[in-house]
């Protein structure tokens, strides 16, 4: 039996955060968040907790990373069931700021990685990564943690917060954590729970394509096109999924790949409805 969950300490200040820092036992390993927690984010939790001695999550609803201001105001929130999944995870501090210690006023900085954010998501969701790099940039000076969690769900994210890193000599090692599914193949995803009951049914398919698109290339498929045809062939057998893109990218520059000879990156993002999700395996 599990005992009760020890909720972690809750700082919401940029001047509490410096000054838990100054006595948190280092290494320092940073799980930056929007909230609406789940598995996926409790496995970055427990892998921050693992490598390091202090384990600190944020949780930031991050205004600027969102293109329209009502799926900014729709975002689920709650920090009570956030902070319990925190504590069982291993956090020991949260900081949840307000929008003002993140952004105080008079504010003007933006941090933007160029030609890495414009395919892919940057296409539907113009300047999103903008959003993620400003504030991931923030918060990355604020902790100065040693290694900072991220999913490899967002693998375009990830990309762009290297290059960031890299570019702007942050010393924060960026850690990318593998995909965490639902039995049935389905990325864990905070959207999940805005898919109806046939939607969520159907939403598997989205791994089923990528699954078919390995396998071709385990059986010596090379053709980035094919490859991306067997993608679009297997989301067009679900009526319920409208694909968005579908992609086969080299996994440096995200550029599609007319040929496939190292690493590459199949993604898609595909709508049920309103709901709008996103997957992608590396090859090989
Ligand atoms: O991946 C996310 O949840 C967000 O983009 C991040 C990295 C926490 C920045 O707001």
């Not at 210690?101 to 892919?120: K, M, N």
């Amino acid at each position: 039996m599990s005992g009760p969950v020890i909720l972690p300490r809750v700082i919401r200040t940029r001047a509490e955060l410096s000054a838990a820092l100054e006595t948190a036992p280092r290494p320092v390993g940073l799980v930056p968040t929007m909230g609406a927690l789940h598995e996926g984010h409790a496995s970055l939790i427990r892998r921050a907790r693992a490598d390091n001695r202090t384990a600190i999550v944020t949780i930031f609803v991050n205004p600027r990373q969102f293109n329209e201001v009502a799926d900014f105001d729709k975002y689920p929130r709650d920090e009570e069931m956030d902070l319990r999944t925190c504590g069982s995870a291993g956090a020991d501090l949260v900081f949840v700021p307000g929008v003002d210690e993140i952004y105080p006023p008079g504010f003007q900085t933006s941090v933007r990685v160029g030609t890495l954010a414009e395919p892919l998501e940057g296409v539907a969701r113009p300047g999103h990564f903008d959003g993620v790099t400003t504030v991931v940039a923030i918060l990355l000076g604020l902790v100065r943690a040693d290694r900072a969690y991220f999913g490899q769900k967002d693998a375009q994210q990830l990309l762009i917060l290297r290059r960031m890193a890299a570019d702007l000599g942050i010393g924060t090692e960026i850690a990318a954590c593998p995909i965490v599914r639902a039995p049935d193949g389905l990325a864990l995803s905070s959207r999940n729970a805005r898919l109806g009951p046939e939607q969520r049914a159907a939403a598997p398919i989205l791994r089923v394509a990528l699954t078919a698109a390995r396998a071709r290339y385990g059986a010596g498929e090379r053709n980035g096109e094919v490859l991306r045809r067997v993608m679009r062939d297997t989301l067009a057998t679900e009526p319920l999924a409208s694909p968005e893109y579908v992609s086969c990218a080299d996994t440096a520059t995200l550029l599609e790949l007319d040929h496939v000879s190292g690493a590459a990156l199949l993604s898609m993002a595909v709508r049920f409805g309103d709901v709008r999700l996103i997957d992608n395996d590396l090859l090989p």
